[in-house]
Nanobody, 123 residues
Framework: VQLQASGGGLVQAGDSLRLSCVVSGRTFSRYNLGWFRQAPGKDREFVAAARWSDGRTYYADSVKGRFTISRDNPKNTIYLQMNSLKPEDTAVYYC?????????????????WGQGTLVTVSS
């Protein structure tokens, strides 16, 4: 399984950006999918996740109401729509996939990771 993230860039506070992640593999529809981020000098943290079995989505409190995770199964792609961006959203964003059940906010549950895409939000 390989993941390829894209869509990062430099934006101003208040702008929007959409990240994409193409996932290889024939059973994309059965992956649980997530987005994580790592800001400079900080640990990687959970951002959002989508469960394949029931379509439920999960968000970190810091992005709830501003970010939306979605998936396009025919395109083997997951998205992270980011609105009302803030300077504190500046980070490298990683997409991740897993077959495992359980708490999708836990980084350790994900066995497959993309290479990361940098988002920089200027004030």
């Amino acid at each position: 399984v390989q993941l390829q993230a894209s869509g990062g860039g430099l934006v101003q506070a208040g702008d929007s950006l959409r990240l994409s992640c193409v996932v290889s593999g024939r059973t994309f529809s059965r992956y649980n999918l997530g987005w994580f981020r790592q800001a400079p000098g900080k640990d990687r943290e959970f951002v959002a996740a989508a469960r394949w079995s029931d379509g439920r989505t999960y968000y970190a409190d810091s992005v709830k109401g501003r970010f939306t995770i979605s998936r396009d199964n025919p395109k083997n792609t997951i998205y992270l729509q980011m609105n009302s961006l803030k300077p504190e959203d500046t980070a490298v964003y990683y997409c991740a996939a897993t077959y495992l059940l359980g708490d999708l906010e836990e980084e350790k549950r994900y066995g497959y990771w993309g290479q990361g895409t940098l988002v920089t939000v200027s004030s």
